[in-house]
């Protein structure tokens, strides 16, 4: 293929996928299994991007508990557009990844379920072989293979995680603002606010 095709390299939860209400309920039925108490879902949605022991661990930070054990103790709906998005994306040759620190088995099943994996030429989570974001890994073994330029490969996200990892990767960011924890102020190539924006201006790059 040639190099001046594009690579688009997606976060998951918060950018291609609204999660939080299944998260909040494992992380509370983890919480509640040690006698802990709930936590909401906005809380939840802003301690997420680590992966799920890490959210475990900051969920029981935030209740300041130290007795419990630390490992990891169907409301999933992809964003509007998201969808049509990505099969137009697909259609005008865009190279399309996923790079998520949702472990990998359950990340091909949510996609698998949600009927997106179609249009996916790369998935890569947790246990899949690659350090977890924001370790450039992942993106770096996408470009290679897609034989792409980094200066035409884009990291798309909502949070620091993300952007974290397009800048180790050295590729370009995109920001979207619909997600769970969006940063303020930060230095990103594009922003968007809804998946039907950002579909038109990557579109607009050919």
């Known amino acids: 293929m040639k190099k001046n095709n594009y690579l688009l390299c997606f ?16 992380i509370n039925y983890a919480l ?72 990998q088995p359950l990340t091909e099943k949510v996609l698998s379920i949600l009927n997106i994996s179609e249009y996916l030429d790369f998935i890569h989570g947790a246990e899949s072989g690659f350090p977890l974001k924001p370790a450039p890994d992942s993106i770096l073994a ?33 920001l979207v603002t619909y997600g769970y924890n969006t940063p303020q102020n930060v230095d990103v190539d594009m922003k968007v606010d809804s998946f039907a924006e950002l579909t038109e201006k990557f579109i607009s790059l050919l």
């Open 32 to 103: 509640n299994h040690f006698g802990l108490t709930s936590i909401s879902e906005e809380t939840i949605a802003d301690l997420v991007g680590h992966g799920i022991r890490n959210t475990v661990v900051k969920a029981l930070d935030y209740l300041n508990d130290k007795s419990a054990d630390r490992e990891e103790a169907g409301k999933t709906t992809v964003y509007n557009s998201v969808k049509e998005g990505l099969r137009k994306l697909k259609e005008a040759g865009f190279y399309i990844g996923v790079v998520t620190n949702k472990i």
């Open 142 to 174: 996408m470009i290679e293979k897609a034989n792409v330029f980094k200066e035409n490969t884009f990291m798309i996200g909502d949070g620091m995680t993300d952007i974290k990892t397009g800048r180790n990767a050295g590729v370009k960011i995109c």
């Open 11 to 26: 976060d998951l939860d918060g950018t291609l996928i609204d999660s939080r209400g299944d998260i909040a309920g494992c």
